[in-house]
């Protein structure tokens, strides 16, 4: 097992050399020593380079690296010390604007005129400000009551478009033998349906309470929250039999942390600041597919 950091820059177009520059420039201001490794590599449409250090960085210092990253249209992630690719296990991701491009509540509000006050909610706990999920997820589902429930179809039909590269990512993670997890605070209506699309293993969501062809504005059984998303990977791993550390973990809002943290590698998709600043790595360019560059 190695004892060194390992820091990837990931791209869709091929990595300046200037970007080599300014990162060991800014290395040497921390008095850190940063080495980089081979020459910088493609993957069908990514193009990545690696560099190595035997330093921890604060995360003011990765903060930092990111920034410079990012002033080169690349994005950033460190690699622990006891990440080993090849006994990876397990991938678990959220939903709602990480695996798709939408939240799908807001879209369920937006058809009876309430997205903005839906949407407010949402983002707030999205950004950590509402702490409390099952609290916030019953004020947001309360103000569906009445709406149809054809319009759970129309949203889907409609609106929901998987992200770039969420297919490739699970036909990849699935044809590697990855256990594949789809854990979400969103509804069962969507990731039953996109379990069926891409080929999820698993899928764990919230089901919202029809009567007579309506939503009634609550939800049945317990709330998938945070903490549950955690449960469920640690089920998954176990099932898999092997430790949190296995996984590959994907989400953007505060809710994904606990499932986040401790895990093999963590991905913050086109995340809230709070999630990315955590995060093993930021996508805010490069497609969820580039994550299986880390276990290749």
């Not at 702490?131 to 149809?148: A, I, Q």
């Not at 033998?177 to 699309?197: A, D, H, I, R």
Request: net charge negative; glycine share 8%.
């Amino acid at each position: 097992m190695t004892s060194h950091l390992t820091l990837v820059a990931l791209a869709n177009t091929p990595i300046p050399q200037e970007l080599n520059s300014a990162l060991i420039e800014h290395a040497k201001v921390l008095g850190v020593k940063i080495t980089k490794l081979d020459k910088e590599t493609s993957h069908s449409k990514y193009f990545s380079a690696r560099w190595t250090t035997g330093h921890a960085l604060a995360p003011e210092a990765r903060v930092a690296m990111r920034d410079i990253a990012a002033a080169h249209n690349t994005d950033f992630a460190f690699l622990s010390p006891g990440f080993k690719p090849d006994a990876v296990k397990v991938l678990a991701m959220d939903m709602d604007s990480t695996l798709i491009n939408i939240e799908c509540i807001d879209e369920i509000a937006d058809f009876t005129g309430k997205k903005a006050a839906v949407s407010e909610i949402t983002e707030a706990t999205m950004r950590g400000e509402i702490k409390d999920f099952k609290e916030s997820l019953r004020r947001r589902v309360t103000l569906l009551e009445g709406v149809s429930a054809d319009v759970l179809d129309s949203v889907y039909r409609e609106r929901l478009r998987p992200n770039p590269g969420a297919a490739e990512l699970l036909s990849g993670a699935n044809a590697r033998g990855l256990y594949t997890l789809l854990v979400s605070g969103g509804f069962t209506f969507f990731t039953e349906k996109l379990q069926q699309e891409l080929g999820f293993k698993q899928t764990q969501a919230n089901t919202l309470e029809i009567i007579d062809g309506k939503l009634t504005g609550k939800v049945i059984g317990d709330i998938v929250d945070g903490a549950a998303k955690n449960a469920y990977l640690e089920q998954a791993c176990t099932l898999m039999n092997c430790k949190k550390g296995n996984s590959i973990t994907m989400g953007d809002g505060s809710n994904d942390l606990p499932m986040m943290h401790g895990s093999g590698i963590s991905v913050a998709y086109k995340a809230k600041p709070i999630v990315k600043e955590k995060a093993d790595a930021a996508f805010d360019r490069v497609g969820l597919d580039a994550a299986l560059l880390f276990i290749d």
